[in-house]
C-alpha cells in the first residue's frame, strides 16, 4: 500500500524559513508529477506547487512565485519544499501529492483530488 507522510511544518516568524519534506513509500511504481497544496482555516485547497519526474518542468502560485522552491529525488521517492521570506498569508496545512501520469506543466497542475496518492498534511505556521 502506498502511503504519503509529510515533515517539516512548525511555528516560524514572519521572514524566516521552512523546508517541508515529502516520502512516498510501498513501492510506488511510475510515479510522475509530484506537488506541494494548501489549505489555510476557512479557505479552498489552493496549489503551491508542482514538479514533472525528469524536473524540467516546475510550477509555482504567484503567491509563492521567487520564495518557494520544489525539487524531488526520485531513488529516494522523496520531494521537498524550501520555503523562505514567509509570511502570515503562508499559515496553512500543507499536502504532498504523487500522480502516476503528467499532472504538472508549466500552466499549473492538475487538482488535488486527481492526483493518485496524498498525504495527511504539516501544519505551517507563520506569526507576524
Known amino acids: 500500500q502506498v502511503q504519503v507522510a509529510e515533515s517539516g511544518g512548525g511555528l516560524v516568524q514572519a521572514g524566516g524559513s521552512l523546508r517541508l519534506s515529502c516520502t512516498v513509500s510501498g513501492s510506488p511504481n511510475g510515479l510522475r508529477a509530484m506537488a506541494w497544496f494548501r489549505q489555510a482555516p476557512g479557505k479552498e485547497r489552493e496549489d503551491v506547487s508542482c514538479i514533472s519526474w525528469n524536473r524540467r518542468i516546475t510550477y509555482y502560485a504567484a503567491s509563492v512565485q521567487g520564495r518557494f522552491t520544489i525539487s524531488r529525488d526520485n531513488e529516494k521517492n522523496t520531494l521537498e519544499l524550501h520555503m523562505n521570506s514567509l509570511v502570515p498569508e503562508d499559515t496553512a496545512m500543507y499536502y504532498c501529492?504523487?500522480?502516476?501520469?503528467?499532472?504538472?506543466?508549466?500552466?499549473?497542475?492538475?487538482?488535488?483530488?486527481?492526483?493518485?496518492?496524498r498525504g495527511q498534511g504539516t501544519q505551517v505556521t507563520v506569526s507576524s
Open positions: 501529492a504523487a500522480a502516476v501520469y503528467g499532472a504538472c506543466t508549466k500552466d499549473g497542475t492538475k487538482p488535488y483530488g486527481q492526483y493518485n496518492f
